[in-house]
């Protein structure tokens, strides 16, 4: 039982760049999330998928599109990398859609666009 | 919407002492407050939780106390231990999906020896 696990751990790209991040999670979870972290800003949402079939903008969604390939898979793509998406991204899952049902993290992955 | 905030940034304490760390919210609707760790190199994980019907809330050594009338909450981990080094945030919810949930900026918690 893996939990979250989110491909790659690392990635450089140069700006222009596209990229996919991909997530994926064991535990029959509804619920799916994307966030970044970056030094002193927390953790801000970019997209979520409320059930299998939805997605939607979270807090800072530009630049980025999500895909919920199935209830298991939840992948984050960049079209054209700029310097301001370096970053820490997380995947997350949630049992139910609502703010009282814990989100499992993923181990991230650290993103630096030159 | 809301907004979170969270003191100290850093916070350093010495081995068995007590540490707290302090959020503030601006909307009187938020009724969820969880608290996450985030070890180095890893995502965030819940620690505890509170809802708005409770003032307080104790699992072993970490105990979160909640006043609605000045609208901060507060994490508190007694007897510190090395492994309680961490990155702790806190966040708040008015309810409905997790998109409601916003999270403080964080405080790095280090244990002296």
């Known amino acids: 039982n893996a939990g979250v696990t989110q491909t790659p751990k690392f990635q450089v790209l140069k700006t222009g760049q596209s990229m996919t991040l991909q997530c994926a999670q064991d535990?029959?979870?509804?619920?799916m999330y994307w966030y970044r972290q970056d030094p002193g800003m927390g953790l801000r949402l970019i997209y979520y998928s409320a059930s299998e079939g939805t997605t939607d903008k979270g807090e800072v969604p530009n630049g980025y599109n999500v895909s919920r390939l199935n209830k298991r898979e939840f992948s984050l793509r960049l079209e054209s990398a700029a310097p301001s998406q370096t970053s820490v991204y997380f995947c997350a899952s949630s049992e139910a859609w609502g703010a009282n049902s814990p989100l499992h993290f993923g181990n991230g992955t650290r993103l630096t666009v030159t | 919407g809301e907004n979170v905030e969270q003191h100290p940034s850093t916070l350093s304490v010495q081995e068995g002492d007590s540490a707290v760390i302090k959020c503030t919210y601006s909307?009187?609707?938020?009724?969820?407050f969880p608290w996450y760790k985030q070890e180095l190199g890893k995502g965030p994980q819940l620690i505890i939780d509170i809802r708005s019907n409770v003032g307080e809330k104790k699992d072993q050594r970490i105990a979160v106390t909640l006043n609605k009338t000045a609208k901060h909450f507060s994490l508190h981990i007694t007897e510190t231990q090395p492994e309680d080094s961490a990155v702790y945030f806190c966040?708040?919810?008015?309810?409905?999906?997790?998109?409601?949930?916003?999270f403080g900026k964080g405080t790095h918690l280090i244990i002296q020896p």
């Open positions: 535990m029959n979870h509804n619920s």
């Open positions: 966040a708040g919810s008015t309810g409905g999906g997790a998109d409601g949930l916003t």
């Open positions: 909307d009187s609707a938020s009724n969820y």
